[in-house]
């Protein structure tokens, strides 16, 4: 018996928006979901999952998917402003040359 996956509200709002992305990204492309699951090597059932966000997809297929459409490239890019703003924060003030 598979045991549960547990995802924050948040998360869980995430997944749904991306899935329906990846969703209207294989329309545009009028591509059936047939094609699409054959082209990441994985099945129709498996593609509607992660079109409806399903947490228990595993993240190598979700991937395999975007590379399927053309949407891979760019899409390990992590923004992180906060991160940011903290390495911006801990900048020293002034920087002194040191003497040769």
């Given at each position: 018996?598979?045991?549960?996956?547990?995802?924050?509200?948040a998360a869980r709002k995430e997944l749904e928006a991306f899935?329906?992305?990846?969703?209207?990204?294989?329309?545009?492309?009028?591509l059936t979901?047939?094609?699409?699951?054959?082209?990441?090597?994985t099945t129709r059932q498996t593609?509607?999952?992660i079109e409806s966000g399903d947490p228990a997809v595993k993240i190598g297929?979700?991937?395999?998917?975007?590379?399927?459409?053309?949407?891979?490239?760019?899409?390990?890019?992590?923004?992180?402003?906060i991160g940011e703003q903290m390495s911006i924060d801990d900048l020293p003030k002034r920087v002194r040359m040191k003497n040769g």
């Amino acid at each position: 018996m598979a045991t549960a996956i547990i995802v924050p509200r948040a998360a869980r709002k995430e997944l749904e928006a991306f899935g329906e992305g990846i969703r209207v990204a294989r329309l545009r492309r009028k591509l059936t979901a047939e094609i699409v699951a054959q082209r990441a090597g994985t099945t129709r059932q498996t593609l509607a999952k992660i079109e409806s966000g399903d947490p228990a997809v595993k993240i190598g297929t979700y991937v395999a998917v975007l590379q399927a459409l053309g949407l891979l490239k760019g899409w390990g890019g992590i923004e992180d402003p906060i991160g940011e703003q903290m390495s911006i924060d801990d900048l020293p003030k002034r920087v002194r040359m040191k003497n040769g």
